[in-house]
């Protein structure tokens, strides 16, 4: 409007502190949860509550309108997935993988909280969600999970990771699947927690199926860094907002991830189906978090049911 003004560019240097704390939101929510297990101990029935935020009363925000299809609910004979809207009048945007960055963490992190209560193996678990009774592939457009494409990264994922395999005293491995932005991927995290709660994230064993790989080099870059992205935000990544200002000034009070913290190896895996190719910046990014949180469990017999892991005490 200036530059209208005056009849010439204006250059504008917004402050890190400024650019903070006048931003837009990624959107988060509050989920209520039941889960009901068949005497073999299969998944048998499946209820979500979610509340989530609206600013106009009617319209979810950016990334908080919760499908009643989000898995796993079109596979079971027994579901109920409702939303309620709470008014905010905080702004909120697109943030990478809008949606899938917060669900992938809650129902991932519930599906093996599920496992664990039926004295099940976590993969076993979930492939036999999958298993039953699965559709024709070839009828499931590619913007819908299907459930042999999810089949095959899980069965992958758990190859490449050597699923079950002894680890050193400390160790264990966390796994969660998430089908978001066309992309199929599984996620086997190597964790380790300090007993003064200390997260070190050892390796990690990505494996999707995002149709032919175009570009493979770029693909791997964008799952490891989607890998880093999702980690930074897991362990401490916050914003307060208290009489409508917001707390955080800077990254000292907004931590990234260093470098010295950063898993050592990131492996990437591809299932080269023929369906569409799709983008490969999404859809790695919201198993991450599920997969390390599993294995916590884990390790520490601690179950985490809010984010960032700062709020619970952990450090990295």
């Not at 400024?18 to 029935?45: I, N, P, S, T, V």
């Not at 909120?92 to 992190?109: D, I």
Request: charge should be negative; include cysteine.
């Amino acid at each position: 409007m200036i530059s209208r003004e005056v009849g010439a560019p204006v250059k504008l240097l917004w402050t890190r502190e400024d650019d903070l704390r006048h931003d837009y939101f990624r959107a988060g929510g509050f989920h209520a949860l039941d889960g009901w297990l068949d005497e073999k101990g299969a998944l048998a029935g499946w209820q979500n509550h979610f509340i989530s935020m609206t600013l106009d009363g009617n319209t979810p925000v950016t990334g908080g309108a919760l499908r009643a299809t989000e898995f796993p609910a079109p596979f079971l004979a027994h579901h109920r997935v409702t939303q309620t809207l709470f008014p905010v009048g905080t702004a909120f945007g697109s943030w990478r993988a809008p949606g899938a960055h917060s669900w992938a963490f809650v129902m991932q992190s519930f599906l093996h909280e599920l496992a664990v209560a039926a004295g099940r193996d976590h993969l076993e678990f979930l492939l036999e969600i999958f298993r039953r009774a699965p559709p024709p592939a070839a009828n499931i457009p590619d913007n819908e999970l299907n459930p042999l494409r999810a089949i095959a990264v899980l069965e992958e994922a758990g190859r490449r990771a050597d699923w079950g395999r002894r680890l050193p005293a400390g160790e264990a491995l966390g796994l969660a699947f998430h089908f978001s932005h066309r992309g199929h991927f599984a996620e086997i995290a190597r964790v380790s927690v300090t007993p003064d709660k200390r997260v070190r994230v050892h390796e990690v064993t990505v494996v999707g199926d995002i149709g032919p790989v175009l570009n493979r080099s770029g693909a791997e870059a964008q799952v490891q860094g989607s890998v880093i992205d999702a980690l930074s935000v897991m362990m401490g990544q916050r914003i307060d907002i208290e009489d409508g200002r917001v707390q955080q000034s800077n990254f000292h009070e907004y931590p990234l991830l260093r470098m010295p913290a950063a898993p050592p190896e990131v492996h990437a895996w591809f299932i080269e189906s023929d369906r569409s190719p799709t983008g490969c910046g999404e859809p790695a990014l919201p198993p991450l978090a599920p997969a390390v949180c599993n294995a916590i469990f884990t390790l520490t017999n601690e179950r985490v049911r809010e984010l960032p892991l700062s709020n619970l005490g952990f450090t990295i």
